[in-house]
């Protein structure tokens, strides 16, 4: 066993953002793990990302710094990204910094009040009436009817996907493999066909994960909402108190958020500098902004 192994495991069983999932992130990324500062450091070829939401502070802005300084300390490190709630001290003035924040709903969940709530209502009921959902995990569950949807998303999007969450997109497979407390929910029609999906992650002790969801353009109105609901409710069913639904990201991403009645709850600042300033930019950091 890895040096440190258990406390490094309570950085999952603790995890309030994705990147502090690590059967996800070897999974998707391959990189190493280790614990710096009481927070996770992902590392491979030079290059780290430090997850830097320490456990029962993730704003103390002191323990960020330590464990920044720590990281900084590592031999060979040619790039540095820092995912926290605030830039990091060390962080020169020309580190690259981009703001954004994780949304949530609490569990059990609850459908709004009011006219949104009845509009939900009703997307729900139509989705019961068109789709049958299903729940699976592990290995063999991602099919290639699921990569098809996930590789047409990739098509339609064109150029708002980038090269880091194409490469995630394409190894979902692996990563339901690796995650054992990870869900694949599968929308489909009458006839079976795959409408839409969703995968849930269930390792933290506290945090349910609402992780990727992909559509096909003529599934029902209501087959996104059904299946946020029916993730939402295994949170619930574990013991889960709240669902992280992810970054703001676009206006489309919002929307569906502020609809259910999500709000921001953790800041997310990823700031990436080299030590080293002729090194080139990698984009090993690019995959885990989520």
């Not at 495991?9 to 998707?28: E, G, K, N, S």
């Not at 939402?232 to 009645?261: D, P, Q, T, Y």
Request: charged share 20%.
């Amino acid at each position: 066993m890895v040096a440190g192994a258990s406390h490094l495991a309570h950085i999952t069983t603790a995890a309030l953002t994705p990147d502090q999932l690590l059967p996800y992130v070897r999974a998707v990324s391959g990189l190493e793990s280790r614990l710096c500062g009481g927070c996770a450091l992902h590392h491979g070829g030079g290059q780290a990302v430090l997850v830097a939401y320490p456990a029962g502070k993730p704003d103390d802005g002191s323990a960020v710094d330590a464990a920044v300084t720590e990281a900084l300390a590592l031999p060979g490190l040619e790039r540095l990204t820092v995912i926290a709630a605030r830039r990091p001290s060390a962080a020169p003035a020309h580190a690259e910094s981009t703001k954004d924040a994780y949304w949530s709903l609490p569990l059990p969940l609850a459908v709004p009040a009011g006219r949104a709530g009845q509009k939900i209502r009703n997307l729900l009921r139509r989705a019961a009436r068109e789709t049958v959902i299903e729940q699976s995990g592990g290995a063999g569950d991602w099919t290639a009817e699921h990569a098809a949807l996930a590789e047409a998303f990739i098509v339609r999007k064109g150029a708002e996907v980038d090269e880091g969450s194409s490469y995630i997109f394409r190894k979902l497979g692996d990563y339901l493999a690796a995650a054992p407390d990870a869900r694949l929910f599968s929308a489909r029609d009458a006839a079976g066909r795959l409408l839409a999906c969703a995968i849930g992650d269930y390792s933290s002790f506290s945090t349910a994960f609402y992780m990727f969801a992909f559509r096909s353009p003529d599934a029902p109105p209501g087959t996104a909402d059904a299946l946020l609901a029916a993730l939402a409710a295994e949170g619930a069913a574990r013991g889960h108190s709240l669902l992280n639904l992810g970054l703001g990201m676009g206006a489309g991403v919002s929307f569906f958020k502020k609809k259910w009645g999500a709000t921001p709850f953790l800041p997310c600042v990823e700031t990436s500098w080299s030590p080293q300033p002729e090194k080139k930019h990698g984009w090993l950091g690019r995959l885990f902004g989520h």
